[in-house]
């Protein structure tokens, strides 16, 4: 009740612009970003031995405590079945997988439902696409009864690759009144902690049990992994690469505001807009810099930074300004500078490209498509073009 009437209150402010969400470049205020490279001591870290032992523990730990919440690492029980197979799925293409895993501590279980489709005809095992899918079951269809540009699951097997999916509902409820009805009830304790986590690192929790999967599969090369999310799953997708340097790529499409986009730059999206659409999401303590940016310790550069020197690639949609592009897109540039140490030289031009021209280069790939927030086959082309420029260079 309490939580509907703030958010009434607020979409009232916001519609009688009380609150106003800036679209106007001009009026973006003045910002400094923390450097992702100067640690607590002062001291600006200059090799990838300060920054693995140094700078980057302390950045995960800032975004634990402040944004994501803790990632719990144990678990009693890990047990996977596959459930149903098809060996001639999509024509005799693809060989369907779907596999039922069950997690469990504290004799609480949460079910994952993975669906897997792995190329035939091929050399194993294949690299593999995995989607956090926050939207409709219906566009990761087993049965392939729905085709959907979100997943393009023929376009990545004709490609090679594998193409995997599991549902953000399966690990959290995407729902401030149910959000706590999956992972969260394996660790009851992360509800009542200011930095507990919550449906995104729940997510981001799950995507880790994927992979754990992966290993255990054989038509799967688990080092060549490829971790794809849009939008919230976006924000997860980078959440789960960052924690788990098992994932040898991060896609995130579209993601905006806590997710690829700098938060300090006030333009589209806000902390406290989405603090109080999606209260759900992040740690308590992340609320506290509602409307309150400027005393971050940290920023979404420093998120993508936590993935190097794995190659990310990050998106926006031209129409799509809530997200804001720029904000994205100088996120990305600010972390060249951790690529830098591991001696990666980025190829991103100085500002943001034109409309429909990709960047398509590991280790940071860019592109802006036209057209709105979405993920589409044209996304899946360029991913699937950097990708094969990766994998095919070790
Ligand atoms: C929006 C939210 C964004 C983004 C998006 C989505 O309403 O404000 O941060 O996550 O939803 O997931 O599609």
Known sequence: MRNVFIILVYSILLSTELIAQNYDEAKVPSYILPDVLKAQSEKVVTNVKDWENIRRPEILTLFEENVYGQMPKTFDKYEFKIKNENKHSMNGKAHLKEVEIAVTNHNQTVMIHLVLFVPTGIKKPVPAFLLINNRGKNNTSPTRDTLSGFWPAEQVIDAGYAVAAFHVNDAAPDHKDSYQNGVLRLY???????????????????????????????????SKIVLTGHSRGGKASLWAAAQDSRFAMCVSNCSGNTGAALSHRRF?????????????????????????????????????????????????????????????????????RVYGLYKLKSALPESIPAINMPFVKPPLAYHIREGVHDMTSYDWAQFIKNADLYFKSR
Do not use: C
């Open 188 to 222: 009851p304790e992360q509800l009542k902690a200011g930095n507990g986590m919550k449906a995104i690192g729940a997510w981001a929790w799950a995507a880790s049990r994927i992979m754990d999967y992966f290993e255990n599969d054989k038509d799967i090369d688990a």
């Open 268 to 336: 589209g999206e806000t902390i406290q807009a989405i603090n109080t659409t999606f209260p759900h999401w992040f740690a308590d303590n992340y609320k506290k810099f509602n409307d309150n940016e400027s005393a971050l310790p940290l920023d979404q550069h420093m998120l993508v930074s936590l993935i190097a020197p794995r190659p990310v690639y990050v998106t926006n949609a031209s129409e799509d300004l809530w997200a804001d592009p720029v904000g994205t897109f100088l996120s990305l540039k600010e972390a060249e």
